[in-house]
């Protein structure tokens, strides 16, 4: 029998290894990719090389950050899809000159500031570990995860690969739905974006959680239809008596702070804050998908979890798609003063990301 050197077993060892961790990373890719389809250039394994520890950063920082303020987690949730359904998951909503921006549209009115500043405060603890490569649009979506997933939501995995837009569009939240919207004009909303009516029922699920301001009651205490429980009406008429009156409340009056599918049977009791949301209990498209929901917490997260991925990916740039109009910002707040020809990490990301 041919005798086998050391060094050549410890090749053999090492190759038998490295394929290994190949045929892993495509099996569980291929598993991602057979339950949800991903747009091109994004990937579940962007970051794989050149930053191995992004999710980990990601969510110890923001145990610390909920921990002291857990109302920034449906705020950085709310961050998310003002970003994505605005106008494309491109960071553009933290852009802005502070009078002529997105997050001075009045769709936008109460993101929270504290929000905002923590996807600065996560690119500054990522780019000291990492080098420059993390977008600050794939920061948004990752911090909206954990928003979702350590309040007591769904863990799940998101695609990353997207690149930032240079520029904003102060009337792009022209494109976000109201919250006095009836269940046709936001099944019309949404349609056009190609999500169903399922989709759009767990989508509404966010409002689990976090608070509203009194002007985003418009008529849902004035109007008899959708119902109202008469008792919660007097609860919301009490706390604001005006739209203007400067204050806010609870939408999830029995588990405020907890992602659950509490939403659902609050619906069900006639006591969703928005007429966009009491509506799906009545609407002969939507109101058998709240039933559902409202007794199946892990039907509701598995449609939840689908439906973010693809919010996600809503007219994203990346290095495939809209190539030139994206970038990595060095500050998420500025686009960068001049163009930087791609580095070597960002290169390498690209060539996982096709692999």
Known sequence: MARVSGSSYLFHSLLLISSLIVASQTLVSSRALTRLSIEKGLSWNYYFLQCPKLERIVRKHLEDVFENDSGQAPGLLRLFFHDCFADGCDASILLGDGDNDEKKHPANIGLREEAIQTIEDLRILIY???????????????????????????????????????????????????????????????????????????????????????????????????????????????????PNTDTTLNLDLRTPMKFDNMYYINLLNRQGVFTSDQDLASNDQTKEIVNQFASDQNEFFDTFSDAFVKVSQIDVITDRLRQGQGEIRDKCFFPNNKSKSSSVAERVAELVAEI
């Open 128 to 242: 000291k570990q990492c080098l420059p490569v993390v977008s600050c649009s794939d920061i948004i979506v990752l911090a909206a995860r954990e928003a979702v997933r350590q309040l007591g939501g769904p863990d799940f995995d998101v695609p990353l690969g997207r690149k930032d837009k240079k520029t904003w569009n102060a009337s792009a939240p022209d494109n976000l739905p109201a919250p006095f919207f009836r269940t046709g004009d936001l099944l019309e909303a949404f349609g056009a974006r190609n999500f169903d009516a399922s989709e759009v029922v767990a989508l509404s699920g966010a409002h689990t959680y976090g608070r509203t301001h009194c002007s985003s009651l418009v008529n849902r205490t004035t109007e008899a239809e959708p119902p109202i429980d008469p008792s919660f009406n007097n609860t919301l008429i009490a706390t604001c008596p005006t």
